[in-house]
């Protein structure tokens, strides 16, 4: 799958992104999600243990680590879907300890999930305008006065249409979200997603179970995120697709974060290769394998 990708651009080498030394937890220069302490236990298992962690503004942040490692759970709980034992955040320098789900996506910080939510008894336009945000028709008063509402669902509709026109799912919009394929169900959850103008993107897997031939235009459409302005966090296993489009990794590990840095030197870096590389002793390496390969070769190119 890797093969098909074609970088756009060169990645940047020297990302001037951080401040200081690139290690765990380091300093951005203008972050836009800042997180402190961030912790949560399932059992005995601490799933997530975040000391500190900077996302930077205007970039493509790829997260990554080897299965169970937290990432996950670390979007659940950054974004309202889920509450930590311990800890505090702030995005766009606003605290959102507690805040639900759906008024952080309205505040502009917004994810697409691992398994796609796509709600396939919805057609496609329907799911989009879920997305939309200041629904004034959810409002119990305004729902019974559709004046008040009609000419915003209107001008939903239209934004709507725009991007599924450019997520190529336009001739889609009456379907059952059911009918599409998993990849045309990952295009529509990243198009819902910008349906509510986010600040910050969050994708969780955007690349998996996508047919190959929707690869290339699914990383065009990440890279199109920034390029407008947005910024972008992403969990990939795809580490060919890391090094393309990323310009700053983010490294986990059994909850943790165990390296940062451009994604040159993060592969290198022998935490990482401790990381992945470890599971190959005494684990089941499961969908691991792939990955464990593409770091391999990636480290056999660089060194
Ligand atoms: N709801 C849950 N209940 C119990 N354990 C969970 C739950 N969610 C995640 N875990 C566990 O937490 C760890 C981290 O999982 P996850 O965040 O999904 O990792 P990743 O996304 O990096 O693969 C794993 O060991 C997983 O089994
Ligand atoms: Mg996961």
């Not at 300890?97 to 008024?103: D, I, L, T």
């Not at 179970?209 to 065009?220: I, R, W």
């Not at 165990?258 to 599971?279: C, F, R, S, W």
Request: with cysteine; glycine share 10%; charged share 25%.
């Amino acid at each position: 799958m890797s093969s098909n990708i074609v970088p756009t651009s060169k990645p940047v080498k020297s990302t001037g992104l951080h401040i200081g030394a690139a290690e765990p937890g380091c300093a951005k220069r203008d972050p836009i999600l800042v997180a402190d302490k961030v912790s949560r236990s399932f059992g005995g298992l601490k799933a997530v243990d975040v000391d500190h962690l900077e996302v930077p503004r205007g970039a493509i942040t790829a997260l990554i680590g080897p299965n169970g490692a937290g990432k996950t759970t670390l979007f659940n709980l950054l974004t309202g879907f889920d509450k930590p034992d311990t800890g505090t955040w702030t995005f766009e320098g606003r605290s959102l300890g507690g805040v639900p789900a759906y008024k952080v996506a309205r505040m502009g910080q917004v994810r697409t999930f691992q398994l796609t939510k796509a709600l396939g008894l919805l057609t496609v336009m329907d799911n989009m305008l879920l997305g939309a945000k200041g629904q004034d028709g959810e409002s119990l008063v305004k729902s019974v006065l559709p004046f008040l509402w009609r000419g915003q669902e209107t001008a939903n509709e239209a934004k709507a249409l725009e991007l599924l026109t450019r997520f190529k799912l336009d001739t889609k919009k009456n379907d059952y979200a059911a009918s599409l394929s998993g990849g045309q169900r990952k295009l529509l959850e990243m198009a819902r997603a910008l349906m509510s103008d986010p600040t910050l993107v969050m994708l969780d897997e955007p690349m998996a179970g996508v047919n190959p031939a929707l690869t290339q235009s699914l990383l065009d459409h990440v890279l199109n995120l920034k390029s407008e302005g947005m910024s972008v966090l992403f969990v990939e296993h795809d580490m060919h697709m890391v090094r393309h489009i990323a310009d700053w990794v983010v490294v986990m590990a059994e909850g943790r974060v165990v390296a940062e840095g451009d994604p040159y030197e993060v592969m290198q870096n022998q935490a990482v290769i401790d990381a992945y590389l470890g599971k190959h002793h005494d684990e089941d390496l499961g969908e691991d394998t792939e990955n464990v390969e593409a770091m391999k070769e990636l480290l056999d190119d660089e060194l």
